[in-house]
């Protein structure tokens, strides 16, 4: 493929007017061409119609509107849709299309492959290609058929987010700014298993849902199956979230796993209730989909119905996640692009 020329797409309007002046354009000019980017949706710079013909032609000659359509798509039997977006760097990602009665959220990936290797996630068995641009990140929701009907988005596709936080921070700030989509921060989640001083600086720079990746509330255990616990400890995350306030509008989760004995006991349960006491907060019990070369399996209903309502009953706001496009391989943690890329080389 060749050398793709540099996306507009993930560009703030004062970006956009320095841009504008370096091509000897009027500074103006970087307003309209965020307006035609943000309000328009333009897919061509030639659609730009109140740009001069000169201008648009000297803006093409070095950039591009950054926006391609889905090169795949499979639909799941519950209406859920797993597209394969193209990026920038000629790689692949997935993003989940969930659909949910009068809420419509999407699942947008921030890297292609993952360097944190969880044990239960097919992602991370890709091993880490790249960081997507912030231009990747919004192309699929920019590129999304549904993207009319999106209700909310939530960073857990493929990637850690932490790990691309400049492109990530840049993306939420085109969705929440006035001049972008101008969604409340509220419609945002954005996930993390943790990495020191990049989630501090989320926190402290956006008002984006935050959703943490638990799995275990045991340090050796939790490290086993996340390595990132090496680097930041689930005790150290927690310690971090009592310095913000989740009282209000904005939300705290922890996304758990539960896998047949292994972190479905009452000592795990215990455990969970003693470290987030004194956090508002809820926590997401989400069911376990096998991944091939991985021997751990998912626990059943009775046990995960167990775990939640002992956490409910000792004052964790506990639910049990509805499962989503596990046939189409499009369930939390089966998320990989290894294979496709393979097959369009």
Request: proline share 4%; charged share 25%; glycine share 6%.
């Given at each position: 493929m060749a050398d793709r020329k540099k996306a507009l797409l993930g560009m703030s309007p004062g970006e956009l007017k320095v841009l504008a002046t370096r091509l000897g354009m009027p500074a103006f000019t970087g307003g309209q061409i965020a307006l035609w980017l943000y309000k328009g949706h333009v897919t061509s710079i030639d659609d730009m119609s109140n740009i001069s013909k000169a201008n648009r032609e000297r803006l093409a000659e070095e950039y591009e509107v950054g926006c391609m359509p889905p090169a795949d798509s499979m639909r799941s039997a519950d209406g859920t849709v797993k597209y394969l977006f193209p990026t920038?760097?000629?790689?692949?990602?997935?993003?989940?299309?969930?659909?949910?009665?009068?809420?419509?959220?999407?699942?947008?990936?921030?890297?292609?492959?993952?360097?944190?290797?969880?044990?239960?996630?097919?992602?991370?068995?890709?091993?880490?290609?790249?960081?997507?641009?912030?231009?990747?990140?919004?192309?699929?929701?920019?590129?999304?058929?549904?993207?009319?009907?999106?209700?909310?988005?939530v960073f857990m596709g493929q990637g850690e987010p932490m790990d691309n936080i400049d492109n990530v921070m840049k993306a939420t700030e085109v969705l929440t700014a006035d001049y972008g989509y101008a969604w409340s921060p509220k419609r945002i989640t954005v996930s993390s298993v943790?990495?020191?001083?990049?989630?501090?600086?989320?926190?402290?720079?956006?008002?984006?849902?935050?959703?943490?990746?638990?799995?275990?509330?045991?340090?050796?255990?939790?490290?086993?199956?996340?390595?990132?616990?090496?680097?930041?400890?689930?005790?150290?995350?927690?310690?971090?979230?009592?310095?913000?306030?989740?009282?209000?509008?904005?939300?705290?989760?922890?996304?758990?796993?539960?896998?047949?004995g292994v972190n479905d006991?009452?000592?795990?349960?215990?455990?969970?209730?003693?470290?987030?006491?004194?956090?508002?907060?809820?926590?997401?019990?989400?069911?376990?989909?096998?991944?091939?070369?991985?021997?751990?399996?998912?626990?059943?209903?009775?046990?995960?119905?167990?775990?939640?309502?002992?956490?409910?009953?000792?004052?964790?706001?506990?639910?049990?996640?509805a499962s989503r496009g596990q046939d189409i391989y499009a369930a939390c943690g089966l998320l990989s692009t290894a294979k496709k890329e393979q097959e369009l080389r």
């Open positions: 920038c760097g000629d790689k692949y990602v997935e993003t989940v299309y969930i659909p949910d009665n009068d809420r419509a959220t999407l699942c947008v990936s921030s890297q292609v492959g993952c360097k944190m290797n969880c044990l239960f996630c097919q992602t991370g068995k890709q091993g880490f290609e790249g960081n997507l641009s912030a231009a990747d990140i919004l192309n699929q929701i920019y590129s999304l058929p549904e993207r009319d009907k999106l209700t909310n988005i943790g990495v020191k001083n990049k989630l501090k600086r989320f926190l402290d720079e956006s008002d984006c849902h935050v959703a943490i990746s638990m799995h275990s509330p045991l340090h050796e255990q939790r490290a086993m199956l996340m390595p990132a616990e090496r680097g930041m400890p689930l005790a150290d995350i927690i310690a971090l979230m009592h310095n913000y306030d989740f009282s209000h509008q904005r939300r705290l989760s922890f996304e758990y796993i539960v896998f047949d006991s009452p000592v795990h349960a215990r455990e969970i209730v003693k470290l987030l006491g004194g956090l508002e907060c809820r926590v997401n019990l989400i069911r376990f989909h096998k991944i091939p070369g991985v021997d751990l399996h998912g626990a059943d209903d009775k046990k995960m119905t167990a775990l939640r309502d002992y956490l409910t009953r000792h004052g964790v706001f506990t639910t049990i996640r």
